[in-house]
């Protein structure tokens, strides 16, 4: 199976930024849609962002300030997060899939293990 694995999660004060990476296994990486999610407590888990072949996109409330890029070299995506704000506090996941549809969390059978971003007021 794939294996992903989330870093750069931390604690920031409102209008800071954060870079999550996500490290993942496989030869075939740059095959894989990688997806964002994020799972407040008492929420249900909301998509962030994804990278596909045609670029990124984007969850509404993240539009204009989250930037999702890859390194298919590297076998990571990263997630730039400016302009933060306590609403996106969240434990944040990756995920990934080769699937046609990517903006449910049911469209992902490989899943990262979560890093925490907490954004302070």
């Known amino acids: 199976q794939m294996q992903l694995v989330e870093s750069g999660g931390g604690s920031v004060q409102a209008g800071g930024s954060l870079r999550l990476s996500c490290a993942a296994s496989?030869?075939?990486?740059?095959?894989?849609?990688i997806g964002w999610f994020r799972q407040a407590p008492g929420k249900e888990r909301e998509f962030v962002s994804a990278i596909t072949r045609s670029g990124g996109y984007y969850a509404d409330s993240e539009q204009g300030r989250f930037t999702i890029s890859r390194d298919n070299a590297k076998n990571t995506v990263y997630l730039r997060m400016d302009s933060l704000k306590p609403e996106d506090t969240a434990v944040y996941y990756c995920a990934a899939t080769t699937g046609r549809r990517w903006t449910r969390k049911d469209d992902y059978p490989y899943w990262g293990q979560g890093t925490q971003v907490t954004v302070s007021s």
């Open positions: 496989g030869r075939t990486f740059s095959s894989y849609v």
